[in-house]
């Protein structure tokens, strides 16, 4: 059996589910084939929207749904209301995934629906990942994780099926931009969120701004590298993110990486009461 007839398996055993749904390249792939595995009934999508999530991304994610034909809920959550959340510490994302999942779950229970799921994949297992704390909680499944399936083997079907989101770039919530220890404001969401519209529409795909107060630290492709330092808008492009209030613009020569606000943090230090870290650096 090959892993997407056995993620299709997978689907058909859980019988009905709540996906987790952020119009990302993991969530509509599993939402796709979820979409051909089970009854219409008993699948539902659910977007969440805070301060953390880019317009871009929810309109994705709202056409993705009306192509696919499910059935979608919008919720809003509010992390910036949670003074844990709001200080950052590197285990951020398990208060986020706290509220998310708590909200997920009374959504299932009102539905009478069977499930949660969400599209962690295999790769994930090697990331630090401390909302997994969260999903262990409240007994979120992932299918993609237990079907073997890799962030590869996500573009390859995704491409197989037909779907526009193959070889989308990888998203992250604007959080992530922000160093663990920075307090996180929805004012500095909002000019990450800017800074980082201002390059994509400048033709640069694969973009995040990592914020640093008055510094923003660029990282693209490593392909797109030269493509940036040479665009015909490139003075436009500096004059524009200064207008947000940025001092310094500086770009990361080693290109995007996941996890880059990682790199150089000892693992003990990672270390809190709450998750158990597994951090490859």
Same mark, same amino acid.
């Given at each position: ?6 993620? +299709? ?71 910036? +209301?949670?003074? *844990? ?11 986020? +995934? ?5 909200? /997920? ?20 297992? %090697? ?33 197989? /099926?037909? /779907? ?32 980082? *519209? ?72 990672? %270390? ?10």
């Amino acid at each position: 059996m090959d892993k997407l007839s056995k993620l +299709k398996a997978n689907l058909r055993a859980l019988e009905s589910a709540v996906v987790a749904f952020s119009g990302g390249v993991d969530s509509s792939f599993l939402l796709r084939v979820a979409r051909d595995t089970l009854p219409k009934k008993s699948l539902l999508a659910v977007t969440a929207v805070s301060d953390t999530y880019t317009k871009l991304e929810l309109s994705q994610a709202k056409r993705f749904v009306r192509l696919l034909g499910v059935r979608h809920k919008i919720i809003f959550t509010d992390e910036l +209301k949670d003074a *844990n959340f709001r200080k950052n510490p590197v285990d951020r994302c398990y208060y986020c +995934k706290k509220e998310l999942f708590g909200r /997920l779950k009374a959504i299932a229970s009102h539905k009478r629906i069977k499930n949660i799921i969400d599209a962690s994949n295999k790769d994930d297992k %090697k990331d630090y990942r401390p909302g997994s704390m969260a999903k262990e909680e409240f007994g979120v499944r992932s299918p993609l994780q237990e079907s073997q399936i890799t962030k590869k083997d996500i573009r390859r079907y995704s491409k197989r /099926l037909g /779907l526009e989101t193959w070889d989308f770039p990888s998203m992250a919530c604007l959080a992530s931009r922000v160093p663990y220890g920075t307090e996180i404001k929805k004012d500095v969401l909002e000019k990450i969120e800017a800074a980082e *519209n201002i390059i994509k529409k400048a033709g640069f795909r694969h973009v995040r701004v990592r914020y640093y107060n008055d510094i923003a630290r660029i990282e693209l492709e490593k392909k797109e590298i030269k493509k940036f330092l040479n665009c015909k808008s490139y003075d436009k492009i500096l004059k524009k993110l200064k207008s947000l209030g940025f001092i310094y613009i500086t770009l990361d020569l080693e290109g995007y990486r996941t996890g880059s606000l990682n790199e150089g943090i000892n693992e003990g230090k990672l %270390k809190s009461k709450n998750v158990k870290l597994k951090l490859k650096i």
